[in-house]
């Protein structure tokens, strides 16, 4: 017998009840994008490699991109974010454009990088973007989607926060120590690993970029400064508009917080789980250089994105997934006999073209069974057509959660089940 054939490493099947999981996730991304009137784009999953070479960073750009050569000899490569396709695309049409965008996506992402708990190869991601506003209340307004949407899908204050720094503030407060402005963006890489490597190989990468001892030992101190946003005229206005937002329960300060892209240029921001046992949910922030890195004109930018893949498993570790059925249609209707098939069939379209999805059975089974196969895929209600019923133009349905089961004229079955569906949505 043949062995079957491995998924390629880093990649995940979404069975019905994954990919279950995942619509879910779609759809309240969609919901709190909607809400705050964001619209929805997309882009190519193929770029041209120099896209990204612009400003995303030489470790995104030469190790985890999948990179190859087309057969027309140009180098492209799958596309490991959106943001650089984002500020491609507003390049484009940038005098056609009226500003600001308030634009968001959800597509699949490739990085080559080593599989292991919470990151793959492939995943799916969240992003969400305003584009053409250079204020600190645009920048909340990200965060207040961020939290808006944490909260929708179940995450408590105590369960997850959103952090915050502001990469202007740490700049002025690095050079107070004598750091110099070609040494930052080593600094920068340094800050974000503050929390990924022990005392002693953090301080040994300090001293490879060229940190001394004092300078260390000031940037450890800057770093537990939890009062330091105080100093930032932009974080103040940052934070008295996520208390206007009403989320200042889910965003606070974290001088740690500084994001390893190049392109970041303003206030950036992380999602974690308190608990910390994984790693960051999601990040984001101001980037208002990378429509000009691209060939457009200078525009202000800040957004976030999220992928599906720490979200989901952090959601399921704490029990915030929904009991989601893997079929999308709530009405069975079940097969009285061989002799039933065309009248169930025919019974089945008729409540389809009424607006219900309906599953059939094909196949003659005792009803129990009928009954466990629609429980086990969801449907909330099975049909049952049979000779009595079919004698005097009824139908019989019950809700499969203890209902009891009750018949009403063919005509009206429809209507009857749906606004069964409806009060046990409400309940």
Request: proline residues 4%; glycine residues 10%; charged residues 25%.
């Amino acid at each position: 017998m043949a062995e079957i054939v491995r998924p390629v490493k880093g990649t995940q099947d979404y069975y019905p009840e994954e990919m279950a999981v995942r619509s879910w996730l779609y759809g309240r991304m969609r919901a709190v994008s909607e809400a705050f009137g964001y619209q929805e784009y997309d882009g190519p999953f193929l770029e041209r490699l120099e896209l990204y070479a612009a400003k995303s960073g030489e470790e995104l750009v030469e190790k985890q991109s999948y990179v190859f050569e087309d057969r027309g000899g140009e180098r492209v490569t799958l596309r490991p974010e959106l943001t650089p396709t984002l500020a491609r695309m507003v390049a484009a049409r940038q005098k056609q454009m009226a500003f600001p965008l308030r634009w968001w996506s959800f597509g699949p992402f490739w990085r080559y990088e080593r599989p292991q708990k919470g990151r793959s190869r492939e995943f799916f991601q969240w992003n969400i973007d305003l584009i053409g506003d250079d204020s600190p209340e645009g920048d909340a307004e990200l965060a207040a989607i961020a939290a808006s949407f944490l909260r929708s899908v179940g995450l408590r204050p105590d369960e997850s926060q959103i952090l915050v720094n502001n990469r202007p503030l740490m700049q002025r407060e690095l050079e107070a120590l004598g750091i110099a402005a070609k040494q930052l963006g080593g600094v920068y890489r340094l800050i974000d690993r503050r929390d990924k490597l022990d005392v002693a190989k953090w301080e040994a990468m300090g001293k490879v970029i060229g940190l001394d001892k004092g300078q260390l030992a000031g940037l450890s101190q800057l770093l537990s400064d939890i009062e330091l946003w105080k100093k930032s005229d932009s974080l103040k206005r940052f934070f008295d508009a996520i208390d206007a937002y009403g989320v200042n329960d889910m965003v606070r300060y974290a001088p740690t917080i500084i994001r390893g892209l190049d392109y970041y240029t303003g206030t950036v921001f992380e999602a974690w789980d308190t608990a910390g046992d994984f790693r960051s949910i999601f990040g984001g922030g101001r980037y208002d250089d990378l429509v000009n890195a691209v060939g457009g004109d200078p525009v202000p930018a800040v957004g976030f994105a999220v992928g599906n893949v720490v979200l989901t498993l952090l959601l399921e570790k704490l029990g915030h997934v929904p009991a989601l059925g893997s079929t999308p249609a709530p009405v069975y209707v079940t097969l009285f006999d061989a002799d039933s098939l065309t009248a169930s069939l025919t019974l089945a379209s008729e409540l389809r073209v009424a607006g219900l999805n309906v599953t059939s059975h094909l196949s003659p089974d005792k009803l129990q069974k009928q009954f466990k196969q629609a429980d086990r895929l969801g449907a909330k209600i099975v049909v049952i057509l049979g000779p009595e019923e079919a004698a005097q133009g009824q139908v019989s349905f019950k809700e499969l959660a203890g209902g009891e089961q009750q018949s009403v004229a063919r005509g009206q079955a429809a209507a009857a089940i749906g606004r069964l569906l409806e009060s046990a949505q409400g309940t």
